[in-house]
């Protein structure tokens, strides 16, 4: 036992550096792909019917490829077309085009969600659609996918672990490559596991906590 917990004291602080790589991985995607999401779900109800059919494909074609096809798609195939990209630039720009469409159809849903009343009302007011967009049915939709939004990010943080397949030093590069050095890849690999839960627990009891307090609001 005293073996074990020396070995993951030496091995901590490269695991920290590569929890704070995931950690920031997933921040910056969640801040560029919660914006593309909120564009791609107005575009979807758009009138226009060729953009919502074009948008309607980019958030499909987002939700149906697996992660891994987009990282590899970007990191080694733009680089055949002349585009070589980091491999954090290659993950973010994946993992926010997948954010994207998956919040999307999150967002999308939580709109439709915010009792037509709300509507009814601000158009008896003679408030224009802008407005009951902007103060109305925004606020009011976020506030409802605020749970379902907190539950994507963590499976976006854990789904950050597919990067080391293209070399970002990540947590779990960094314990596969201690593991690959010492053949301790059952303790390295439980000691990221550990790391990981630090992050995806507290994450999901907040998450829980937002969803029931939301569960009163709209009651």
């Known amino acids: 036992m005293n073996g074990l917990i020396e070995q993951w004291t030496d091995w901590l602080p490269s695991l920290v550096d590569g929890l704070g790589v995931s950690v920031?991985?997933?921040?910056?995607?969640?801040l560029i792909g919660l914006p593309l999401g909120l564009a791609e779900a107005l575009l979807v109800a758009s009138p226009n019917r060729i953009v919502r059919w074009i948008t309607l494909a980019v958030v499909e074609f987002g939700r149906g490829t697996p992660t891994l096809v987009l990282l590899y798609l970007i990191y080694y195939g733009l680089p055949s077309q002349g585009l070589v990209l980091p491999a954090f630039g290659s993950a973010v720009i994946a993992l926010s085009f997948m954010t994207g469409a998956y919040t999307s159809e999150i967002i999308r849903a939580s709109l439709q969600a915010v009792p037509r009343g709300l509507v009814e009302a601000a158009a008896a007011l003679g408030i224009n659609r802008w407005g009951t967009?902007?103060?109305?049915?925004f606020p009011e939709g976020i506030r409802i996918a605020i749970p379902a939004l907190m539950g994507f990010a963590i499976q976006l943080f854990q789904t950050t672990s597919l990067v080391f397949l293209i070399t970002l030093p990540e947590l779990l590069s960094r314990a596969y490559s201690i593991g690959s050095t010492t053949f301790q890849y059952t303790s390295v690999l439980a000691l990221a596991g550990v790391l990981y839960l630090l992050v995806t627990l507290p994450s999901g009891w907040l998450a829980a906590l937002l969803e029931k307090r939301m569960g009163r609001h709209l009651a």
Do not use: H, K
Not at 133 to 137: D, K, N, S, T, V
């Open 133 to 137: 967009f902007r103060f109305i049915l």
């Open 24 to 30: 920031q991985l997933a921040v910056v995607s969640l």
